[in-house]
């Protein structure tokens, strides 16, 4: 391999490497607290609220820079709703979760409008949810609790499939099925990676090395391999993970390969030449938004699950960290670039540096602080090496 | 003989992996219009961005030498400082400030942290007066013209006492009478002992105003021409640009037979889409045929590209009324992709701001339009959309190392070469091509035109929009001449000449 390729290998994986380098650290510095079978599960489970309004967030951005802040607000307001649904008008909880989605996709309907045909810039519309929401959510919660917040610890079976695990055994216990996943997982990755090489060469397009091809394959395995075991340990696999996943999968698979998904990067590369390519761009603006507010509806079941209870502080700063899980994860802040990969990095380096810095007792707000840095850091760090390959 | 002014001797500047010049010489007397051609990519640019500072001393090798000094400037202040004005192609004026406050912006009259505005506005009147513009200076700036900005830019040059003026491109947005005026300008400043630089692609503006041209190719000076002391014409300096003598700039179309109407507009009367009562297109009545080439010629801001847009799905306007019939049959196109159903393809003037994704690559600029070609269900075939964009790479010969290289990182030319394949994958019937050559080089230009004559070979309609006369000429069989929003003319290829052509719009100006 030349230099030039080694270079640009290792700026195209920047941000990963830089993960790595950054949970050794923390690893270091907690004396190995951080390697953890406990503390794998903690990182799934406190940012699986990131994850998934992120993937939102991205198709929001890639349109051109637009972001919604009213996603944290939303995420309080919908909680306090179907906490109200649940527990105080007693309604079936698969009918409150149905219900509280059909709320999202009016809220996206509405939303979706306002910015794509009444054309009201993105953040001017949603800072209007972001203060209306949040002043709703906590009326809502304190008419119908003295104390704020309305507890769904009863209701275990909604509990069960948006928190919780998937055949849970004890901690001192090895959990078989997370192990076969695991290797399941592997075995697919292999798999499709290598017919997918194979099918390139049939047909006569260029395709990566073999060596290349079996390092990515590796890693791939070594890392999988090693959560599944650390997760084995923890009692099995979070139910969070199979949603998050899930949804990666579905939006990566948009973002990658679909005609509407490759709409998002045009519009946000140039909006006029789109729409004279016979695009309506303002469908897919309403879809960008539409589909926010879905996944926004999603975080709620998630984090209302994780909290066992609804109330006034649910999703505050929420849309801060999807806006900054894409930022640092390598999302053109202008719009047309970006990919869910780049964004689950992000997010799990952010992540990684906040469960490191709890575990060394680092003070909060110097926390706030460093991710702060780390934000800057990612966005210019983007921007020179664009500069440097562009010249 | 003339005092030397400036020297730039032996200049050589490497990029990563490029030599942008390599032993550049260029000598301008005191008093002259030095004009410096070259095809796109050649190094004018370049070259004037060394000479004004921008790559400051020590990132080039060779001197400048101006005024008898070597100069080490740093910044574009240290040029300035000496009277060396750069005037860029691209307007840089704020569009919702005042002429005067454009013209001292960054260079403000008055004390420190507090503008003088009674100097600021007298001063720029002054100037203003001498490069003979009459509005007051309070006006701002998106009021005028871009005819007029481009004589504020000039006028802001001056404000900062130049003696050397250098002009990159300074026509290329603007129309016929408008670029005669401000030529005959420049050789007014010469009278009165300014000297010039002046940029070009067109040739017989540097005909009309230079007393040297330079040619540059491949980052070298290749001779300097001397026009008081040889015969100049256009074929002599393409000659020296392309290296080659282009025996004919445009290519013989030969065989094509007329097939029958493909297009036909009737009565189509387009209104501004915020002034809504006024008219931008007045009852233009236009027909295309199967395989013939149709010219659209008129000034700029005559109304052509408000046309194409409007009969294109309705782009562009409001109040749209008449009658659009494709191969006999009217139709109602609401919307750019009804256009794109009916066969219809507009190759926009503007590539960069309405026309490609410059952030994306060529793969997938080309099948922008025609998802449907490289798709099934909505899910993207990469392996057949990669094959669609190299196909067309090949055979409009774009030169690039992949299409996966970003439309951004072109040179105009292959850009527009992107734009066609990306319309002609639509395979459309009628092709509207508004300005298809504009801002590209000469080399570049001739491939273009052999495109469209394939694409009439290929009994397609072409519908080609352009402010080059001799283009016009040169390529269309049928002409059709523009003003004001009307059309005021057609000729036939046989009987049209540059002079009838203008007799015709001069004709119709005196006729309001």
Redesign the interface.
Known sequence: MNKNKAVSVLKKNAMLIVLVLVYIFFTVMTSGQMFQAMNFNALITQNAYVYILATGMLMCMLTGGNIDLSCGSFVCFLGAVGGIMMMIKQINPAVSVILMLLIGVVYGVVLGYLIAYVDIPPWIATLAGYLAFRGWGTALLSANSSTGSISLAAQKGFLAVFSGKIFSTPVNQTNVVCLVVGVLACVIVVVTSFSERAN?IK?G?EAESLVALLVRCILSVAAIMLFAYKLAHAGGIPTVLVWVVVILLIYNFITA????G?YF??IG??R?????????TRKIMFFAYLNMAVITAITTLIVTARFQAANAQAGTNFEMDAIAACVVGGVSAYG??GNIFGMVIGATLIGVINLGMSLMGVDANWQKVVKGGVLLAAVVFDILADKKS?? | MAKELLRMDHITKIFPGVKALDNVNLSVEEGEIHALVGENGAGKSTLMNVLSGIYPYGTYEGDIVYNGEVCKFQTIKDSEQKGIVIIHQELALVPQMSIGENMFLGNERGKKNAINWNETYGEADKYLKMVGLTESSRVLIKDIGTGKQQLVEIAKALAKHAKLLILDEPTSSLNETDSRALLDLMLEFKKQGMTMIIISHKLNEVVYVADKITVIRDGSTVETMDCHAMEINEDRIIRGMVGRELTNRFPKREGVELGDINMEVKDWTVHHPLYTERKVVDNVNLNVRKGEVVGIYGLMGAGRTELAMSIFGKSYGSGISGTLKINGQEVDLKDAKAAIEAKLAYVTEDRKGNGLVLTNPIRVNTSLANMKGVSDKGIIDKDKEYQVADEYRAKLNTKTPSVEQNVGNLSGGNQQKVLLAKWMFTDPDILILDEPTRGIDVGAKYEIYCIINDLAKAGKSVVMISSELPEILGMSDRIYIMNEGKFVGELNAEEASQERIMANIVQAGRGE
């Open positions: 390139k047909k397009y390969r679909t005609v509407i490759r990067y045009t590369g140039n006029e030449a789109t729409r004279l390519s016979g695009v309506d047309g670039a562009s010249k």
